[in-house]
T-cell receptor
Framework: AQSVSQHNHHVILSEAASLELGCNYS??????LFWYVQYPGQHLQLLLK??????LVKGIKGFEAEFIKSKFSFNLRKPSVQWSDTAEYFC????????????FGQGTTLQVKP | KAGVTQTPRYLIKTRGQQVTLSCSPI?????VSWYQQTPGQGLQFLFE???????NKGNFPGRFSGRQFSNSRSEMNVSTLELGDSALYLC?????????????????FGPGTRLTVL
C-alpha cells in the first residue's frame, strides 16, 4: 500500500535559518509528488510538484524540492525562512495510474520565530 | 476564476444524525475528490468522482457516501454520525483525472467544512 512519511512533526526555526523537511514515500510504480502548505486559517495551497524530468523542482515563495528516486524521497527546502512561512506543510504522493487520489503525510508544523 | 467552494463552512450535529456537504469545483474541472482531515489521522482520502462516476474510494465505512452531478458539483453524505466523524472535510477539484499533461494533475482545495459531532 502507498504511504508517505514526514520525519519532522514540529520544527521551530528563527528567521533567516535554512529549512529542510523530509518526506519519504512507499510506492512501487511511477509517482507524482507534491508539497502543499496550509497557512493558519487558510486552505491547502500547492507549493510545488514533481511529475518527471529535472528532479530539482522550484515552487512558489522560494521553496524547492529534490526528488531522489533511489531513496524514495522528496525533501522540501528553503534557504532562508521568514516569519510568514509559519504554517503546516504536507507531502503527498499520487500513483500515476490515472487517479486523482492523493496520499498525504502526517504533516509538519513549522514555526518561525521573528 | 473562482476557486473551489464548499458549503456550509461549519456544521454542528449530534450522534446518529446524518449530514450532507456540498462542493462546487472550479469552472471546467470535472474531477472532484474528498478528504477528511483530523489532528490524529491527518488527511485521508475519502473518494473521487469524475463525470458523475466514483472512480476511487478510500478506506471508510459505508456510512460515507457521495455523488457528483452533471455540472460536476459534488455532495458527500455521512449517515448515523459518530463522535469520531468530527473533522474538517476538504474537497479538491482538478481539470481531469490523471493523465500525463501537467496541468491536468494539479488539485485545488476548497476551504473545507468543519463538522462537529456532539
Amino acid at each position: 500500500a502507498q504511504s508517505v512519511s514526514q520525519h519532522n512533526h514540529h520544527v521551530i526555526l528563527s528567521e533567516a535559518a535554512s529549512l529542510e523537511l523530509g518526506c519519504n514515500y512507499s510506492y512501487g510504480g511511477t509517482v507524482n509528488l507534491f508539497w502543499y502548505v496550509q497557512y493558519p486559517g487558510q486552505h491547502l495551497q500547492l507549493l510545488l510538484k514533481y511529475f518527471s524530468g529535472d528532479p530539482l523542482v522550484k515552487g512558489i515563495k522560494g521553496f524547492e524540492a529534490e526528488f531522489i528516486k533511489s531513496k524514495f524521497s522528496f525533501n522540501l527546502r528553503k534557504p532562508s525562512v521568514q516569519w510568514s512561512d509559519t504554517a503546516e506543510y504536507f507531502c503527498a504522493v499520487r500513483g500515476q495510474s490515472n487517479t486523482g487520489k492523493l496520499i498525504f503525510g502526517q504533516g509538519t508544523t513549522l514555526q518561525v520565530k521573528p | 476564476k473562482a476557486g473551489v467552494t464548499q458549503t456550509p463552512r461549519y456544521l454542528i450535529k449530534t450522534r446518529g444524525q446524518q449530514v450532507t456537504l456540498s462542493c462546487s469545483p472550479i469552472s471546467g474541472h470535472r474531477s472532484v475528490s474528498w478528504y477528511q482531515q483530523t489532528p490524529g489521522q491527518g488527511l485521508q482520502f475519502l473518494f473521487e468522482y469524475f463525470s458523475e462516476t466514483q472512480r476511487n474510494k478510500g478506506n471508510f465505512p459505508g456510512r460515507f457516501s457521495g455523488r457528483q452531478f452533471s455540472n460536476s458539483r459534488s455532495e458527500m453524505n455521512v449517515s448515523t454520525l459518530e463522535l469520531g466523524d468530527s473533522a474538517l472535510y476538504l474537497c479538491a477539484s482538478s481539470l481531469a483525472q490523471g493523465g500525463r499533461h501537467n496541468s491536468y494533475n494539479e488539485q485545488f482545495f476548497g476551504p473545507g467544512t468543519r463538522l462537529t459531532v456532539l
